[in-house]
């Protein structure tokens, strides 16, 4: 509500923007707070909190179609890379030398892709297959996962032998069961016990194909294929059973201990690969260890996700499955909250949208996942969007950004709105499944389609409906659509196939343009001469439309008392406008501002200032009869930064509105 003080008299009256937020898109400009703007534009938080000009970005590479994943790698033998999936093709851009590989034209499916590193693998899923990279013999590899000699051939059952009956003859003791049979795989072990007497050996299942029979002979040949056998089927105990030529010994260290290994593919247990192929998200996950890998966003099934056996995300056990909620929304993506992990999936209008796994372990020591269903609160609308800010685990709804606020599903409320301030404007982004996010640098910047992005501060927050939300700031022209966040480093790619790279590394004033491209043969160390074709940043800090305590009556703002105080660049200038209820962007004062320094020199605009001091400049015409006035500081300058200390007003309060 806007307070209405007595204002009897004419004296010169001042005020101060002196403490700076983010943006307000939501309140009306005249209602929002003096610390924040209703129309602010690629700014961002400087180490202190007052707002200045964002770094642009750079091209790396161009590649011939659009970015689907960027997934950062560093295998022994080689440079640290990013792994770049553009369209169908599969390519190693080398950080240390620029250089790129291509790995493979068109092994890849055209299809985002997420991935994972275990056990000096980079694990990759792009909806049609899980395939897996790595680098050896100066070379990188990459393979599906399925294929025969990768996926793990699990021993379903061992132990299998005879025990002497007392009679004078043996009873045969089937194997137990060890190992599940695996997704990705047909083929199957069981192992037995010879004991130089017996000949036939029932398996686990029926109507198998053997492929490999071995016998343990001890060193040096230790396992050692036979080809002595032959398979038939038992229609009595439903099983295949193996008859050997001639009764295989006991194992050389004593009876009892299985020395047989028979390798078959199951009709039973078919591989049923497209389960796990047709996934699009995964995170690791389990007790006081991430060593498994959950996965989900197939299709087919889109509320079911699977879990790999600890360590080896070349065995997906048949049985390690777990539907979340109703079949008829999907799993969106999962949050690591403390020790559990949290499971969003789309809105739905009947079921909750919120799910909890935990971690457990039994009396045996085997760990069980459990999974708690959640109230119903708002679902993820883009799988691009799932990230965590310091401890706070967000995601991206149709209603904003939220974010996981409790563990326990009796809880009533178990997300959170963070994105208050800038909900309104972010509603109206089309395309908002294809938004994706990042956290980088104590910041979530969650990317459009349109090149819009929306940048929350996690340094900075403010107190909402018993809770808090985030500062947040507004950016346009990134054309991200992958982002990639390492070692504080940020890349993103893009729909036309180019790699990029934020500028925060650079150290000239080069690095406020977006685009940039290099210069082919120029030295790197001079950023001048090695990027080129950058566009400059427009940059603008609007006030609130402030009615100066009073709506009832006009005022003047003085020609002289009213000055903006600038943060020091080598390269810099303002522009300062003024909207007011019958003026709209009218021009007040427009002023460069240098600061020496030998690398930025510009004999056009010498400037001999060599004091890293701020810089004040007067706004420079008086504004007669405003009922609300607005100040707008903007930059739109090559290679030039703006940030803003503070702003004052000097005014007088005039005659009543007629």
Same mark, same amino acid.
């Given at each position: ?7 009897? +008299? ?116 792009d909806g049609a297959r899980l395939t897996r990279l ?41 194997? +137990? ?5 695996? $997704? ?23 109507? #198998? ?48 201990? +299985? ?80 020790? #559990?992990?949290?499971?969003i999936k789309e809105d739905d209008n009947q079921d ?14 085997? #760990? ?109 022209? $990134? ?26 590394? *650079? ?75 019958? #003026? ?10 240098? *600061? ?9 605009? $010498?400037?001999?200032?060599? *004091? ?33 200390y503070g702003i004052q007003v000097q005014y007088t ?6």
């Amino acid at each position: 509500m806007i307070k209405l003080p007595l204002l009897d +008299d004419t004296k010169l009256r001042s005020k101060a923007y002196s403490y700076f937020r983010g943006c307000d898109f939501t309140t009306d400009p005249a209602e929002i707070d003096d610390s924040r703007s209703p129309d602010a534009l690629n700014l961002i938080a400087d180490d202190a909190g007052f707002p200045q000009k964002r770094v642009g970005w750079r091209v790396l590479s161009q590649f011939s179609d659009k970015i689907n994943g960027l997934h950062y790698a560093h295998f022994a033998g080689t440079d640290p890379a990013i792994i770049v999936h553009a369209g169908k093709s599969l390519n190693a851009y080398n950080l240390e030398t620029g250089s790129v590989t291509q790995i493979s034209a068109n092994f890849m499916t055209d299809h985002d892709s997420v991935a994972f590193m275990h056990g000096g693998y980079l694990y990759l899923l792009d909806g049609a297959r899980l395939t897996r990279l790595n680098y050896a013999s100066n070379a990188y590899n990459l393979n599906y996962v399925a294929h025969a000699d990768i996926a793990k051939t699990p021993t379903t059952g061992r132990g299998g032998h005879y025990e002497d009956d007392g009679q004078g003859g043996y009873n045969w003791i089937a194997c +137990d069961a060890y190992e599940e049979p695996n $997704i990705l795989s047909s083929k199957q072990i069981n192992l037995f016990a010879g004991d130089g007497v017996n000949k036939d050996f029932w398996l686990t299942e029926r109507n #198998v194909t053997v492929s490999k029979v071995e016998i343990y002979s001890g060193s040096p040949a230790a396992w050692t294929v036979t080809t002595a056998y032959t398979k038939t089927e038992d229609t009595t105990l439903g099983k295949s059973k193996i008859t050997f030529t001639t009764a295989p010994a006991a194992h050389p260290d004593g009876a009892g201990i +299985d020395d047989i290994r028979v390798t078959f593919t199951s009709t039973e247990h078919p591989a049923n690969v497209n389960l796990i192929n047709k996934c699009t998200i995964c995170t690791p996950y389990g007790y006081f260890n991430d060593n498994r890998i959950f996965i989900s966003g197939n299709p087919d099934q889109k509320n079911r996700d699977w879990a790999c056996e600890v360590d080896d995300p070349t065995y997906w056990p048949i049985n390690q499955w777990t539907d979340i909620g109703s079949d008829h929304t999907a799993v969106m993506g999962y949050l690591h909250y403390g020790d #559990v992990l949290a499971i969003i999936k789309e809105d739905d209008n009947q079921d909750a949208e919120i799910y909890i796994r935990s971690a457990t372990v039994q009396s045996d020591n085997k #760990v069980l996942y459990p999974v708690q269903q959640g109230v119903k609160g708002v679902g993820a609308i883009s799988r691009g969007c799932f990230a965590s800010l310091r401890d706070d685990a967000l995601f991206y709804a149709r209603e904003g950004v939220f974010a996981v606020a409790g563990t326990d599903a009796s809880q009533q409320r178990t997300v959170q709105n963070r994105s208050f301030f800038v909900d309104n404007r972010m509603r109206e982004e089309q395309n908002k499944e294809d938004a994706v996010a990042v956290a980088w640098n104590n910041r979530y910047i969650i990317a459009f389609p349109s090149g819009h992005c929306y940048v929350a501060d996690a340094r900075m927050q403010s107190t909402f409906n018993e809770s808090y939300v985030y500062e947040w700031f507004y950016w346009d022209n $990134i054309p991200a659509h992958k982002w990639l966040e390492f070692d504080g480093k940020l890349f993103f790619g893009t729909t036309d196939g180019r790699l990029c790279r934020l500028n925060d590394d *650079m150290t000239s004033m080069v690095k406020y343009s977006d685009g940039l491209t290099a210069v082919p043969g120029a030295d790197p160390t001079n950023e001048h001469a090695a990027w080129t074709n950058g566009t400059p940043i427009r940059a603008r800090w609007v006030t609130k439309a402030d009615t100066f305590g009073t709506i009832a009556r006009v005022k003047t703002l003085t020609k002289r008392g009213c000055t903006v105080m600038l943060k020091p660049f080598p390269r810099s200038s303002v522009k300062i406008l003024v909207t007011t209820h019958n #003026v709209s962007d009218m021009a007040l004062n427009e002023v460069e501002l240098n *600061m020496w320094d030998f690398s930025e020199l510009d004999f056009r605009r $010498i400037d001999f200032n060599a *004091m890293p001091t701020p810089q004040v400049v007067p706004v420079g015409k008086k504004v007669k009869k405003f009922q609300q006035l607005q100040l707008q500081l903007e930059n739109d300058g090559v290679e030039e930064g703006l940030g803003i200390y503070g702003i004052q007003v000097q005014y007088t309060v005039n005659n009543y509105i007629k």
